[in-house]
Nanobody
Framework: QVRLVESGGGLVQPGGSLRLSCAAS????????MGWYRQAPGKQREWVAD???????NYADSVKGRFTISRDNAKNTVYLQMNSLKVEDTAVYYC???????????WGQGTQVTVSS
């Protein structure tokens, strides 16, 4: 079955960095647009970034210039490099895979990122 498994979350101080990974299985990875979303307590889930099969990227204004999304199709893995982290970045981060041709999308279980001093 389809699985998206996030890893790399944890506790980091403001200004620090984390690198999240999402390993996909059960899908033809190279066909999917991959994205990252996040959800803070009491708030709606928000889009953070995505990357197309050919490597085109998009970012939410709140993370632009600080976060970098990338993918390694050979490893079926998408990454989110997070630099200059702020307290407001604290959230559960979710990996998302979308195959628009068939309107298919899948979600990972999420990984907690906490930015605190």
């Amino acid at each position: 079955q389809v699985r998206l498994v996030e890893s790399g979350g944890g506790l980091v101080q403001p200004g620090g960095s984390l690198r999240l990974s999402c390993a996909a299985s059960g899908i033809n990875f190279s066909r999917y647009v991959m994205g990252w979303y996040r959800q803070a307590p009491g708030k709606q889930r928000e889009w953070v970034a995505d990357i197309t099969s050919d490597g085109r990227t998009n970012y939410a204004d709140s993370v632009k210039g600080r976060f970098t999304i990338s993918r390694d199709n050979a490893k079926n893995t998408v990454y989110l490099q997070m630099n200059s982290l702020k307290v407001e970045d604290t959230a559960v981060y979710y990996c998302n895979a979308v195959w628009r041709k068939l309107s298919l999308d899948y979600w990972g279980q999420g990984t907690q990122v906490t930015v605190s001093s």
